[in-house]
Nanobody
């Protein structure tokens, strides 16, 4: 059984920063991809950023380019999302997905495992 745990959410003011972590455990992965999605009530889950833990390729939604940075610690099977210059529209529950075929896709159905989510609130 694979466990995916996110942490690091919280409440900040506009312009502030937060760092999210996503740790996978319970199985040895030769190489895999992790991605961050976010969701607000009544809307579909939206791709934010993703990374291949092997090669380190990084991918971003246009709305977060230049503000968010995704990184990894492959030895710990962990990915991070550094979020700077946060805006009220970034407010959402952030979820981490794991793809064991090392593919970063912007479609939520492309991920086999998910964490429980961590809430990010940005106030104006």
């Amino acid at each position: 059984q694979v466990q995916v745990v996110e942490s690091g959410g919280g409440s900040v003011q506009t312009g502030g920063s937060l760092r999210l972590s996503c740790a996978a455990s319970g199985r040895t992965f030769e190489t895999f991809a992790m991605a961050w999605f976010r969701q607000v009530p009544g809307k579909e889950r939206e791709f934010v950023a993703g990374i291949n833990l092997g090669a380190g390729g990084r991918y971003y939604h246009d709305s977060v380019k230049g503000r968010f940075t995704v990184s990894k610690d492959s030895a710990k099977d962990t990915a991070y999302l550094q979020m700077n210059s946060l805006k009220p529209e970034d407010t959402a529950t952030y979820y981490c997905g794991v793809n064991t075929e090392n593919l970063v896709t912007q479609q939520p159905f492309g991920y086999e495992y998910w964490g429980q989510g961590t809430q990010v609130i940005v106030s104006s």
